[in-house]
């Protein structure tokens, strides 16, 4: 069990400098209307992160601090989860938070720093913030499937039914992608297809990397190839060489018949004849050349453009085409035997929703059968809180299957006979409200909760005999869990184990808030005070003395 051992307030509200010292058992808060009872208790919820929880600094600090020391020893529950957030454990935990100014706000566990979020989930863990009306709880409808389920410990029978529920749509995911599938089956030849091409291509990244830049040397050469083309088209060889040789032979004929002359040029035209041979196969190997590249050229392009369509197809870029065979044979493996796929996935569907119905319908009896035992529970104990002609009954409604079952949970009572049931956020009294609330709050408290609970004015509006009943009520809460309460009831006070009485105090012109630890003596008079007022007679006292030994008599 874990409990709250002392609470510090430094310069929040009224609270200049405050130390409160909190037991085991039933801690009661009483005082006169706006002496800061309440605010007290909202410290210690903004201390614990509790929602709804809002502090203002005193009028000339510039800064703040709650401090709160509690007891965790034999906390499993604390302990690991302090554990997994990288704290030492110890029976100890001492919580603290500064608030600047600015509203910033830093939060130290036993002096280490830790995250506000953490501190809201350690909250969650240690405290129970019973406000007047509990709006966000037993009045909200949608919490009372799970407080049904926790109070029967279903909560296996409800992991069992979200789990095949989960499972079921999952397969049904499964199910409408395989759909899609089918619908793609079509585009099974054009897939093999497109995987054969790939094949065909025998693609290789070297070649990949390199095809841009060897296909545009390729370009580059065949517009000079071109003229090379031309000029070899405007040669005519052997035309020429005739034309040379002719020449030639007429040169030597003029020798042959005596005519000797040194400038006749015949040796200069063998020379002009052997130079024109070297030319023509120069030319003749550049032609030869420049058609190899035309034909390589012719290659390439074709080859490229077999690849760019592949990627134009399938939308990928050029050096991705690698990794598109593969792709395309996971894709079409997905596709072959999808039919098969189907059948098998609606087969399992339909075993898990045959199983999911027996989980549904045998955690619905649960729920039915916890139902009438908790409507027993809570109708004992309205009885002692003077609701003797209530009844209260746990409405059960088919809905729609989901993860939580088939059932809507709906807690309803019948205040007076015949008034017909309606649910609890339509009680009109605020005193009967006040006491069905404390009833089924009793009823799903566990003595395994480890919490400390608080009330604040749960008695509200209530007194006499009525009154007498919820102290004693939490009273017998407080053998299990640590209950604080801020009341204005006597009879309720007087059932205290630790009473705490909060005043106003005007000092110099200041007020501030001062808490005071009361004795026996001190707590007899302070239950005189509640009983008559300021003026505290004999009788009043002997009253407050007669309540205070009934009070404890009666519990014991």
């Given at each position: 069990?874990?409990?709250?051992?002392?609470?510090?307030?430094?310069?929040?509200?009224?609270?200049?400098?405050?130390?409160?010292?909190?037991?085991?058992?039933?801690?009661?808060?009483?005082?006169e209307?706006?002496?800061?009872?309440?605010?007290?208790?909202?410290?210690?919820?903004?201390?614990?992160?509790?929602?709804?929880?809002?502090i203002?600094?005193?009028?000339?600090?510039?800064?703040?601090?709650?401090?709160?020391?509690?007891?965790?020893?034999?906390?499993?529950?604390?302990?690991?989860?302090?554990?997994?957030?990288?704290?030492?454990?110890?029976?100890?935990?001492?919580?603290?938070?500064?608030?600047?100014?600015?509203?910033?706000?830093?939060?130290?566990?036993?002096?280490?720093?830790?995250?506000?979020?953490?501190?809201?989930?350690?909250?969650?863990?240690?405290?129970?913030?019973?406000?007047?009306?509990?709006?966000?709880?037993?009045?909200?409808?949608?919490?009372?499937?799970?407080?049904?389920?926790a109070?029967?410990n279903?909560?296996?029978?409800?992991?069992?039914?979200?789990?095949?529920?989960?499972?079921?749509?999952?397969?049904?995911?499964?199910?409408?992608?395989?759909?899609?599938?089918?619908?793609?089956?079509?585009?099974?030849?054009?897939?093999?297809?497109?995987?054969?091409?790939?094949?065909?291509?025998?693609?290789?990244?070297?070649?990949?990397?390199?095809?841009?830049?060897?296909?545009?040397?390729?370009?580059?050469a065949?517009?000079?190839?071109?003229?090379?083309?031309?000029?070899?088209?405007?040669?005519?060889?052997?035309?020429?060489?005739?034309?040379?040789?002719?020449?030639?032979?007429?040169?030597?004929?003029?020798?042959?018949k005596?005519?000797?002359?040194?400038?006749?040029?015949t040796?200069?035209?063998?020379?002009?004849?052997e130079?024109?041979?070297?030319a023509?196969?120069?030319?003749?190997?550049?032609?030869?050349?420049?058609?190899?590249?035309?034909?390589?050229?012719?290659?390439?392009?074709?080859?490229?453009?077999?690849?760019?369509?592949?990627?134009?197809?399938?939308?990928?870029?050029?050096?991705?085409?690698?990794?598109?065979?593969?792709?395309?044979?996971?894709?079409?493996?997905?596709?072959?035997?999808?039919?098969?796929?189907?059948?098998?996935?609606?087969?399992?569907?339909?075993?898990?929703?045959?199983?999911?119905?027996?989980?549904?319908?045998?955690?619905?009896?649960?729920?039915?059968?916890?139902?009438?035992?908790?409507d027993?529970?809570?109708?004992?104990?309205?009885?002692?809180?003077?609701?003797?002609?209530?009844?209260?009954?746990?409405?059960?409604?088919?809905?729609?299957?989901?993860?939580?079952?088939?059932?809507?949970?709906?807690?309803?009572?019948?205040i007076?006979?015949?008034?017909?049931?309606?649910?609890?956020n339509?009680?009109?009294?605020?005193?009967?409200?006040?006491?069905?609330?404390?009833?089924?709050?009793?009823?799903?408290?566990?003595?395994?909760?480890?919490?400390?609970?608080?009330?604040?004015?749960?008695d509200?509006?209530?007194?006499?005999?009525t009154?007498?009943?919820?102290?004693?009520?939490?009273?017998?809460?407080?053998?299990?869990?640590q209950?604080?309460?801020?009341?204005?009831?006597?009879?309720?006070?007087?059932?205290?184990?630790?009473?705490?009485?909060?005043?106003?105090?005007?000092?110099?012109?200041?007020?501030?808030?001062?808490?005071?630890?009361?004795?026996?003596?001190?707590?007899?008079?302070?239950?005189?005070?509640?009983?008559?007022?300021?003026?505290?007679?004999?009788?009043?006292?002997?009253?407050?003395?007669?309540?205070?030994?009934?009070?404890?008599?009666?519990?014991?």
């Open positions: 069990m874990s409990l709250i051992k002392k609470l510090l307030v430094q310069n929040i509200f009224l609270l200049e400098s405050l130390e409160l010292e909190f037991t085991s058992g039933l801690n009661v808060l009483t005082g209307t706006g002496a800061g009872k309440s605010i007290l208790l909202d410290c210690l919820g903004y201390l614990l992160g509790k929602k709804n929880t809002r203002e600094l005193s009028s000339q600090a510039t800064s703040a601090v709650i401090i709160g020391e509690f007891q965790i020893q034999q906390n499993g529950v604390i302990s690991q989860f302090l554990s997994e957030k990288g704290f030492s454990v110890e029976d100890n935990l001492i919580l603290r938070q500064s608030i600047g100014a600015n509203r910033k706000r830093r939060a130290f566990l036993n002096d280490l720093p830790c995250s506000l979020d953490m501190v809201r989930q350690l909250g969650d863990l240690m405290l129970d913030l019973n406000g007047q009306f509990e709006e966000q709880g037993l009045l909200n409808v949608n919490t009372h499937r799970a407080l049904l389920d109070f029967g279903l909560q296996e029978s409800v992991r069992r039914v979200e789990k095949s529920w989960t499972e079921i749509l999952e397969l049904k995911k499964q199910l409408e992608n395989e759909f899609t599938k089918k619908d793609l089956v079509e585009n099974r030849d054009f897939l093999a297809k497109s995987i054969k091409g790939i094949i065909e291509l025998k693609l290789d990244k070297a070649e990949l990397d390199t095809m841009e830049e060897n296909r545009d040397k390729l370009r580059n065949s517009r000079s190839n071109s003229g090379i083309m031309d000029a070899f088209e405007n040669l005519n060889r052997d035309l020429v060489e005739e034309n040379i040789l002719n020449v030639i032979k007429s040169l030597e004929k003029l020798e042959r005596g005519y000797i002359n040194d400038e006749l040029p040796e200069t035209f063998y020379a002009v004849l130079k024109f041979a070297q023509c196969e120069v030319l003749e190997n550049l032609k030869e050349k420049s058609a190899n590249s035309e034909h390589e050229l012719i290659k390439i392009e074709d080859r490229y453009h077999a690849i760019k369509r592949i990627c134009r197809t399938h939308d990928v870029e050029l050096d991705q085409i690698l990794n598109l065979q593969t792709s395309l044979e996971h894709e079409l493996q997905s596709i072959e035997g999808v039919d098969e796929k189907i059948k098998k996935i609606e087969k399992k569907i339909f075993v898990l929703e045959e199983e999911f119905k027996k989980e549904v319908s045998f955690l619905s009896n649960q729920r039915q059968e916890v139902a009438s035992k908790l027993q529970k809570i109708e004992k104990e309205l009885k002692p809180l003077k609701l003797e002609l209530a009844k209260f009954k746990t409405d059960i409604l088919a809905t729609d299957n989901s993860k939580f079952g088939c059932d809507h949970v709906c807690f309803t009572t019948e007076n006979p015949g008034s017909g049931f309606k649910p609890l339509k009680i009109a009294s605020g005193g009967e409200l006040s006491r069905f609330l404390l009833a089924v709050k009793l009823c799903f408290l566990r003595s395994n909760s480890n919490k400390t609970q608080i009330f604040d004015e749960i509200r509006g209530l007194g006499g005999a009154a007498s009943a919820i102290g004693k009520r939490l009273l017998q809460l407080s053998e299990h869990e209950v604080l309460v801020v009341t204005h009831s006597p009879q309720v006070a007087a059932y205290s184990d630790n009473h705490l009485k909060v005043e106003k105090i005007n000092r110099d012109n200041l007020t501030n808030t001062k808490v005071n630890t009361l004795d026996e003596k001190s707590l007899i008079e302070e239950i005189a005070r509640m009983l008559s007022g300021e003026l505290i007679s004999s009788e009043a006292l002997a009253a407050a003395a007669t309540l205070r030994n009934s009070s404890r008599n009666s519990a014991s």
